[in-house]
T-cell receptor, first 115, second 114 residues
Framework: AQSVTQLDSQVPVFEEAPVELRCNYSSSVSVYLFWYVQYPNQGLQLLLK??????LVKGINGFEAEFNKSQTSFHLRKPSVHISDTAEYFCAVSRLSGGYQKVTFGTGTKLQVIP | KAGVTQTPRYLIKTRGQQVTLSCSPI?????VSWYQQTPGQGLQFLFEYFSETQRNKGNFPGRFSGRQFSNSRSEMNVSTLELGDSALYLCASSRGTVDTDTQYFGPGTRLTVL
C-alpha cells in the first residue's frame, strides 16, 4: 500500500516571499512522485515529476521539488511567489501494482498569496 | 495535441435522478480514471478503465458505474442521485501501461444535486 500526506491544508504567504509546501509519502516499493496544481474552477495541471536521477526537479512557473528518500519527502518550493500562484497544490505518488499504474493523491494544500 | 475533454461542464439535477458524464482522453491514451472532488473529502478515486475494462476501483457505492468504449472515450453514470453527490468530477487520461506515466486531467464536470 502507498499513502501521501500533505501536512498543511492551507499556507498563506506574502507576495514575493518564498514558500515550501510539504509532502511525505509511504510505500513499501519504489514510487514516482508528482506535483499538480489546480486553479479555481479548473482541472489539475502537472507542475513537475520525479522519476529518477537528480533529486532536485524543476517544474513550470518557477517551482522546484526535492526528493529525499531517507525522509520519504517530496517538498515543493518556490523562491518568490506571485499572486497568480494562488491555487491548490496536490502531491501524488504512482507505482505499478498488479500490472497497472496505481496513483494516490494527497489531500491538497491551498496556497494563498497575500498582496 | 488536444487535451482531455469533459462534457458537460455543468449539470444540475434533483435527488433520485441519474446522470451520465463523458470524458474523451488524449489521443493514444488507453487509460481513463475518474475522481470525485469535494471540499470536505478532497480528491477521491472512483475507478479506472483501460482498454474497455475496469481494472481499478475506489471505495464508492454501486450507484457509481462507468464504461469505456473502443475509442477509449469513457462515461461515468451515477444513479439515484443524493445531495452528497454534488461535486466536481474529474477524469484523467494516461497511456496506462507504465508507472512513470503522467495523468492529464480534464477541466471537470461540476454536478449540483438539488
Amino acid at each position: 500500500a502507498q499513502s501521501v500526506t500533505q501536512l498543511d491544508s492551507q499556507v498563506p504567504v506574502f507576495e514575493e516571499a518564498p514558500v515550501e509546501l510539504r509532502c511525505n509519502y509511504s510505500s513499501s516499493v519504489s514510487v514516482y512522485l508528482f506535483w499538480y496544481v489546480q486553479y479555481p474552477n479548473q482541472g489539475l495541471q502537472l507542475l513537475l515529476k520525479y522519476l529518477s536521477g537528480s533529486t532536485l526537479v524543476k517544474g513550470i512557473n518557477g517551482f522546484e521539488a526535492e526528493f529525499n528518500k531517507s525522509q520519504t519527502s517530496f517538498h515543493l518550493r518556490k523562491p518568490s511567489v506571485h499572486i497568480s500562484d494562488t491555487a491548490e497544490y496536490f502531491c501524488a505518488v504512482s507505482r505499478l501494482s498488479g500490472g497497472y499504474q496505481k496513483v494516490t493523491f494527497g489531500t491538497g494544500t491551498k496556497l494563498q498569496v497575500i498582496p | 495535441k488536444a487535451g482531455v475533454t469533459q462534457t458537460p461542464r455543468y449539470l444540475i439535477k434533483t435527488r433520485g435522478q441519474q446522470v451520465t458524464l463523458s470524458c474523451s482522453p488524449i489521443s493514444g491514451h488507453r487509460s481513463v480514471s475518474w475522481y470525485q472532488q469535494t471540499p470536505g473529502q478532497g480528491l477521491q478515486f472512483l475507478f479506472e478503465y483501460f482498454s474497455e475494462t475496469q481494472r481499478n476501483k475506489g471505495n464508492f457505492p454501486g450507484r457509481f458505474s462507468g464504461r469505456q468504449f473502443s475509442n477509449s472515450r469513457s462515461e461515468m453514470n451515477v444513479s439515484t442521485l443524493e445531495l452528497g453527490d454534488s461535486a466536481l468530477y474529474l477524469c484523467a487520461s494516461s497511456r496506462g501501461t507504465v508507472d512513470t506515466d503522467t495523468q492529464y486531467f480534464g477541466p471537470g464536470t461540476r454536478l449540483t444535486v438539488l
